[in-house]
């Protein structure tokens, strides 16, 4: 019996039942807290927070547009000010360039301390050196002439001509070569003293015209002792003699005369302002002098300062004598208001350290001087 042989059949499929799709995941706490957040970052209008920070900006710039405009238009203004003073300042700085370049050519054609020169004062010749004529401080007029920046041009003999009295110029040479006026102490030629005086003055020698001042010229005398007593003497014990005294004119005290002595002395003499109110309150000190003084001398002890006391009105003065020596004269029944060369001195109630006053003691005579009116 034959047998059919028929192919085997496919295992039959096991059959599973098909799943449904996984249901979705809940979402993770980061994710919902950014869903969050972005929800409700937006405003009402539906912009995010990065469009309304841009809009605030626009609307801050807008507003301070004018105010920004105001600033750069003030620093274009001040920018421009500076350009102008900077300008200004290269122009000064140009012209100051100039002058010292001028000022150096002069400087080239300076003469030397050591050269000679000529002058033709009035028509008199005098020769010195330039060292000379530049001896003396400004304001001398020499010093001016030689000091380059003045254009000298000499004449046809090679002087340069100083158009002044010539009678008086060999003393202010003198004077510019040691710094020394020499003129006797005692000398009397007033005249000639204030024609010297005028000449210093106008070369600017205002260390000739101070020793000029020394001298008595236009000297007034103040006799303050009706009498000198010569027969009692007054014995220096106690201290300084004083007497204070007021001008009605500006003046010079030149020095005071003193009473004389039968044997010797010596004199430390202070001339003070002093206080309206106190006179033993000393203001200021204006000359001092020590001299020593003999019979020889006489009855009045003339004593002069180093230098001219400026005397004012409206001030009131003391003259302080420390007398040291033998006993001496004194003055006696003395004015307490004295007028003499258009000048009025009023000596004030005062009595000194030395039981002297206003109507007795050392001070005989006063040597004042008006000072011309300027």
């Not at 972005?38 to 547009?65: I, M, Q, Y």
């Not at 004529?133 to 041009?153: E, I, Q, Y």
């Not at 005086?197 to 001298?215: C, H, K, N, S």
């Not at 005290?253 to 109110?277: D, F, H, N, P, R």
């Amino acid at each position: 019996m034959i047998e059919e042989t028929l192919p085997a059949l496919p295992a039959a499929r096991t059959a599973h039942p098909r799943q449904a799709p996984p249901a979705s995941l809940p979402p993770t706490a980061g994710a919902a807290e950014a869903a969050a957040h972005s929800s409700e970052a937006r405003d009402t209008n539906g912009n995010s927070p990065a469009a309304t920070a841009l809009e605030k900006a626009l609307c801050s710039f807008r507003d301070n547009v004018p105010s920004f405009q105001t600033l750069v238009e003030s620093l274009l203004a001040a920018a421009e000010k500076e350009r102008e003073a900077l300008a200004e300042a290269r122009h000064l700085l140009e012209a100051e360039k100039k002058e010292f370049e001028t000022e150096c050519q002069r400087v080239q054609h300076v003469l030397a301390d050591s050269e000679q020169v000529t002058l033709n004062v009035g028509g008199n010749l005098f020769t010195t050196s330039v060292m000379t004529l530049r001896n003396s401080p400004s304001p001398s007029l020499f010093n001016a002439m030689f000091s380059g920046r003045h254009s000298l041009k000499p004449d046809e003999k090679g002087a340069y001509f100083v158009d002044r009295d010539g009678r008086h110029f060999h003393d202010i040479l003198n004077y510019l070569r040691d710094s020394h006026f020499n003129y006797p102490p005692d000398g009397t030629d007033f005249k000639y003293l204030l024609e010297l005086r005028a000449e210093a003055e106008y070369f600017g020698l205002t260390g000739l015209v101070a020793q000029i001042d020394r001298y008595p010229y236009g000297l007034i005398k103040v006799c303050r002792a009706a009498a000198l007593n010569t027969e009692d003497s007054w014995m220096y014990e106690d201290g300084q003699d004083e007497v204070v005294f007021t001008v009605d004119k500006a003046c010079h005290l030149l020095g005071v005369g003193l009473c004389g002595t039968e044997g010797g002395l010596t004199v430390e003499l202070e001339v003070y302002e002093v206080s309206a109110e106190d006179f033993s309150n000393e203001v200021a000190t204006l000359q001092t002098a020590a001299q020593s003084f003999t019979k020889a001398d006489g009855q009045v002890l003339q004593m002069y300062l180093p230098a001219p006391a400026v005397l004012l009105p409206g001030k009131f003065y003391m003259l302080s004598a420390l007398i040291k020596g033998t006993e001496s004269y004194c003055s006696e029944d003395c004015l307490a208001r004295i007028i003499a060369g258009g000048l009025t001195v009023q000596f004030q109630a005062w009595e000194s350290p030395n039981g002297t006053n206003q109507e007795r003691g050392q001070f005989n005579e006063l040597y004042l001087r008006v000072m011309p009116v300027v």
